[in-house]
């Protein structure tokens, strides 16, 4: 009976301890993310279009999509890693980095890489999420290093 209820124990742990998959949070609702890049402002657009939680590391996302900088369309893949997670009764707030590969297409394509914060209000009655907020903010760098801009953007 002993070795029963420990195995319950240690069965229960492991998946309690589990990260829920979010993979949908980073699609924002078939929306892209909008925000600048460079000292100018110029205006940038990131679609996430596949979003996964890795099997082996539940704390991590595999993504694709696209980016696009004035006529500039470009495909990227590339990882969602969850570092830290707060939590209260009505919200939360996740914490990690990013770093998203584009497709090279010559001087214009580069890798995004960076942090975002994730604020979300939580409805305890309907177990919904009612408002969620996504920051990102970090450089894009051309892959032959000619270019190197600061990047902002947010879901919408």
């Known amino acids: 009976m002993k070795k029963l209820l420990l195995l ?9 301890g589990q990260m ?10 078939s929306k892209p993310y909008i925000g600048t890049i460079g000292n100018k ?15 082996k590391n539940d704390q991590e996302y595999f993504v694709s999509g696209y980016s696009l900088v004035d006529t500039n369309y470009t495909k990227f ?12 009764k009505k919200q939360g707030t996740v914490y990690g980095e990013y770093e998203l590969a584009e ?9 995004f890489t960076g942090k975002f914060i ?10 919904n999420i009612e408002e969620q907020h996504i920051e990102l ?10 270019i190197a801009l600061k990047t902002e953007l947010k879901n919408q």
Do not use: M
């Open 8 to 16: 319950f124990t240690l069965a229960a742990n492991f998946v309690l």
């Open 20 to 29: 829920p998959d979010i993979s949908n949070t980073w699609l924002n609702n």
């Open 41 to 55: 402002g110029q205006e940038l657009k990131l679609k996430i279009n596949i979003s996964e939680q890795n099997k």
């Open 77 to 88: 893949e590339g990882k969602i890693t969850i570092l830290k997670y707060k939590d209260s």
């Open 103 to 111: 497709e090279n297409k010559g001087k214009h394509s580069g890798l």
């Open 118 to 127: 994730y604020h979300f209000k939580w409805n305890r009655k309907t177990e």
């Open 137 to 146: 903010t970090g450089d894009w760098k051309s892959y032959d290093g000619s």
